[in-house]
Each structure stands twice: as C-alpha cells, then as structure tokens.
C-alpha cells in the first residue's frame, strides 16, 4: 500500500517543488512592495495628462508579458512532462512503461499546439495595435503644431467605456479626432496604391471602406462632448464631422 501511494506521489514531487518555489517568491515580491509603499503616497496631488496613444501603449506592454509568459511555458513544458516519469522510475525503482512515454508525447504535442496558437494569436495582436499606436503618436505630433497658434490639444481622452484619440480646442471650435492607420502595400503603384479620398461622410481606401461603424463612433464621440458640463465646450461645437 505505501509503495503504491508512494509511486503516485511521487512523480508530482518535482512540480509541486516549481510550483512552491514560484509562490514564495511572489510571496516576497508582494511583501516588498507593500513596505515601500507602507505609510506613503504619490507626491502628485493629480493624474499627468496622457500622450498620444496612451491606451494603446498599456494594452501593447500587457501583451507582451503575456507573449513572454507563453514563451516560458514552451520552454518549461517538456521539462515538467519529462519530470513525471522520470521521478516515478526513480521512486519507484521501475523502468518507465512505453505507455507512459507515449502518453507524455501526446500531452506534449497537444500543450504545444495549444501554447503556440497562443503565442502567434498574441503576436499579431501586438502587432495590430502597435501600428494603430504608431498612427496615434504620429498625428499626435502634428496636432501637437497647433499649440504654436493657441490650440490646445489633448491625447487619449478617457470617456464612458471608450476614449478619443485627440481633442482639440481652439476659437473656432472643439475638434474630436479619430486615427486610423492602414498598413501600405509594398508592391504596387506607390503612392496611388496609398491614397484615402474622403467622400463627405466615408474614408475609402484603396485595400476596404471605412464608412458607417466609423461614423457611428464618431457621432458617439461628438455626443460626448456635446454633452460636456464645460459650458464653452457646448458653445464652440458645431457638427460631429468637424
């Protein structure tokens, strides 16, 4: 009876050890913080004001530890699989069973398949918003010119459940902006490949449309702002395709 509890603990020994070791670590990281955070505050009485694509730099740093953290369990899968026969072989004193290596390899193959669909999901997301931020910074640097004349220009506006890229406000109005950034095809013809004509109410593209979804967000920005409590904010705007 022990020896059959013992060749069924066994082989968990190794991971509950990992397993242990990570947790007390955490352990001590959490302590640390909370004595230098013990009895102290932020010496800024206010949040900063947000650069451009702030959101979307938030969103691309979680992703990455992500991404990192499915890279890990790539590498520390097969580690942790090869344990469990090995540590019941060598408790045990019994030879590891070509039914046990078989079953390893299975799990394997499919924690694998799994980990790396995964990782590659992430990746392109990282992608996708990495160039959507890049889109936000660059306008943000042009509408940042506008401060030379008297604007004033605000990046990453947070609002109900959704935020507006850029806002300016100058004497001539309140102005919500909205990027969007599509990547350029590298073969082609250049620039005229490359070109967005605005037709009033829709931004077509040479690769899709951008019309009606963009238009409904839009207007759920302009209401936002209408409905701002700033009262020169309701007295400067004018149409929700300013």
């Given at each position: 009876?022990?020896?059959?509890?013992?060749?069924?603990?066994?082989?968990?020994?190794?991971?509950?050890?990992?397993?242990?070791n990570?947790?007390?670590?955490?352990?001590?990281?959490?302590?640390?913080?909370?004595?230098?955070?013990n009895?102290?505050?932020?010496?800024?009485?206010?949040?900063?004001?947000?650069?451009?694509?702030?959101s979307?730099?938030?969103?691309?740093?979680?992703?990455?530890?992500?991404?990192?953290?499915?890279?890990?369990?790539?590498?520390?899968?097969?580690?942790?699989?090869?344990?469990?026969?090995?540590?019941?072989?060598?408790f045990?004193?019994?030879?590891?069973s070509?039914?046990?290596?078989?079953?390893m390899?299975?799990?394997?193959?499919?924690?694998?398949?799994w980990?790396?669909?995964?990782?590659?999901?992430?990746?392109?997301?990282?992608?996708?918003?990495?160039?959507?931020?890049?889109?936000?910074?660059?306008?943000?640097?042009e509408?940042?010119?506008l401060?030379?004349?008297?604007?004033?220009?605000?990046?990453?506006?947070p609002?109900?459940?959704f935020?507006?890229?850029?806002?300016?406000?100058?004497?001539?109005?309140?102005?919500?902006?909205?990027?969007?950034?599509?990547?350029?095809?590298?073969?082609?013809?250049?620039?005229?490949?490359?070109?967005?004509?605005c037709?009033g109410?829709?931004?077509?593209?040479?690769?899709?449309?951008?019309?009606?979804r963009?238009?409904?967000?839009?207007?759920n920005?302009?209401?936002?702002?209408?409905?701002?409590?700033?009262?020169?904010?309701?007295?400067?705007?004018?149409?929700?395709?300013?």
């Amino acid at each position: 009876m022990e020896g059959l509890i013992g060749s069924f603990i066994s082989p968990w020994v190794p991971i509950v050890m990992m397993m242990l070791n990570f947790g007390i670590i955490f352990l001590l990281l959490q302590r640390a913080e909370g004595k230098l955070q013990n009895g102290k505050r932020s010496p800024f009485p206010q949040e900063f004001l947000r650069g451009p694509g702030h959101s979307l730099y938030v969103k691309i740093e979680d992703l990455r530890l992500d991404f990192m953290g499915w890279l890990m369990g790539a590498i520390l899968m097969p580690a942790m699989l090869l344990l469990v026969p090995l540590s019941q072989a060598y408790f045990s004193g019994k030879t590891v069973s070509p039914t046990m290596w078989v079953l390893m390899a299975l799990v394997w193959m499919g924690g694998t398949i799994w980990i790396a669909r995964k990782a590659v999901d992430t990746f392109k997301t990282i992608r996708q918003l990495r160039l959507g931020y890049e889109g936000e910074v660059g306008v943000g640097q042009e509408l940042n010119q506008l401060m030379l004349s008297g604007y004033r220009v605000y990046h990453d506006f947070p609002a109900q459940q959704f935020n507006i890229d850029h806002i300016v406000i100058g004497q001539t109005g309140v102005f919500a902006v909205e990027t969007k950034a599509r990547s350029k095809s590298v073969t082609g013809r250049g620039k005229r490949d490359a070109t967005v004509v605005c037709n009033g109410s829709e931004l077509v593209f040479r690769t899709g449309l951008i019309g009606t979804r963009s238009n409904r967000r839009r207007a759920n920005r302009f209401g936002y702002l209408n409905g701002s409590p700033v009262p020169w904010a309701r007295r400067c705007l004018s149409s929700p395709h300013s």
